[in-house]
């Protein structure tokens, strides 16, 4: 069975830093390109950040671009996302996505609760 277990979210105010951690059991790690996506208070679901499974490609959106940091680790299965400078904009839901890079398996983590907040 395949899960996505994330952790690390919370109340933080203008400014601080939080770190999102994603680790996944059941699949094959190192063969899936891992995302982050939010989802704020009456927005859509949109992709914060993404790192391929193959050659380890980075990309982000336009609006958290040299403020957000995802990265991976292999060896325990876990992705990250490093948020700095946190605006009450960045305030949302936090999910985690991996998708197979050799078929069309996808799966979602729980979801973790980020507040930017004075």
């Known amino acids: 069975q395949v899960q996505l277990d994330q952790s690390g979210g919370g109340l933080v105010q203008p400014g601080g830093s939080l770190r999102l951690s994603c680790a996944a059991s059941?699949?094959?790690?190192?063969?899936?390109?891992m995302s982050w996506y939010r989802q704020g208070p009456g927005k859509e679901r949109e992709l914060v950040a993404t790192?391929?499974?193959?050659?380890?490609?980075?990309n982000y959106a336009d609006s958290v671009k040299g403020r957000f940091t995802i990265s991976r680790d292999n060896t325990r299965d876990t992705v990250y996302l490093q948020m700095n400078s946190l605006k009450p904009d960045d305030t949302a839901v936090y999910y985690c996505?991996?998708?197979?890079?050799?078929?069309?398996?996808?799966?979602w983590g729980q979801g973790t609760q980020v507040t930017v907040s004075s």
């Open positions: 996505k991996a998708v197979s890079y050799y078929n069309t398996r996808q799966y």
């Open positions: 790192i391929s499974a193959v050659d380890g490609t980075i």
């Open positions: 059941g699949l094959t790690f190192s063969t899936y390109s």
